[in-house]
């Protein structure tokens, strides 16, 4: 059975490979399967097809490095063994790649290069460059600086690499790992679980199958992997995840050979300035609305002030804020108008009366429609 993918319409690919895929339990760097991959890489490069690489690694590398036994668990010392690896990371990558007569770049980045809406361009105009220059930008998020990004952000690099994907307008995601795809349960432990070959909607069943990682050098899992999908779905790419370590894995699935778990992306995409909005911001806040504006925004229409009931946080003017139902339920996200102080003031009273309550009327709409994204 092929799989809904057509290979001569695929130009763009982002693939991502995981720190379990590219090291030993040792932490030591797995230079057979690093090996396998950049050649594969390489073909697709000498095709003519933009290939941007996504690659965890780099605190995994450390800790071989290092030779330590264990994890550490403070943020500082992470950092310092990312500091360590990504070097030996880029290094070896840069030696493999150049023997097949291509040039990488590194390019390291963090939440605020996505939550930024300049920094988010520049990251695109950038990595669109690089591509038009013929090189393969090697991605990686910055342990090195940023806690966030150990501690919650991207999740081994999964979210990570859908962001990139939507940045680029890929048309393909390959998430490559060290299992064959999605289970309907953890087959270490369930010999009757089945992998699932074709996904169209990411549905609660389908989250419930996936789990949290126990492993010692990754920190995503399944269920960041899911959550990298449906970013892409909802953006208009097609995602694979498959197994890294069979062979020729990248061009079998770009063939569309049934292998791995097939996700399906959705018709009528999110345009990108709304992927932004819906994927690449962090909610500065929560907005409670009523019923009455729940079916308004459903059909389509902007927030008003009197749809709304509540709200918690501190936001400014043009921050992203989620929006809930009055079950507490998140509906959509959107850029607001008015910040979290002259909300206080105006929520739950009517448009016409903002600019005797402030002073002053920017917009009669708290989100207008054309900022706003249906969850």
Known sequence: MKRPLKPEHIQKIVVKVGTRLLTYETGKLNLGIIEKLVRQIADLKNQGKDVILVSSGAIGAGIGRL????????????????????????????????????????????????????????????????????????????????????????????RLSALVATLIDADL??????????????????PEASCISFVDEITPEIKNYAGETEEM?????????????????????????ANGRQENIIKRTLEGEKIG?????KQGHLRSRKRWIAFAQKSK????????????????????PAGIINFEGSFSKGEMVSIC???????ARGLVNYGSKELSQITGRKSAEIEDILGYMDSAEIIHRDNLVLC
């Open 285 to 304: 806040g929560t907005i409670k609305i009523d019923l009455g504006a729940e079916s308004a925004l459903e059909e389509g229409k902007s927030l008003l």
């Open 261 to 265: 778990t097939f996700f399906y992306s």
């Open 67 to 158: 030779g330590l036994k264990t994890k550490p668990s403070s943020t500082q010392e992470k950092q310092a063994l990312a500091a360590v690896g990504q070097g030996l990371l880029i290094q070896t990558y840069e030696k493999l790649f150049s023997e097949y007569g291509h040039i990488v770049a590194q390019v390291l980045l963090t939440w605020e290069d996505f939550d930024n809406r300049k920094r988010y361009i520049n990251s695109r105009n950038t990595l669109l460059h690089l591509l038009k220059f013929g090189v393969i930008p090697i991605i990686n998020e910055n342990d090195t600086v940023s806690t966030d990004e150990i501690e919650i952000a991207f999740g081994d690099n999964d």
């Open 173 to 190: 995601l390959q998430i490559l790992t060290d299992i064959d795809g999605l289970y309907t349960a953890d087959p270490r432990y369930n």
């Open 325 to 331: 139902n009055v079950q507490g339920e998140e509906v």
């Open 217 to 241: 050098l990754a920190k995503g899992g399944m269920i960041t992997k899911i959550e990298a999908a449906e970013i892409a779905m909802a953006s208009g790419i097609d995602m694979v995840i």
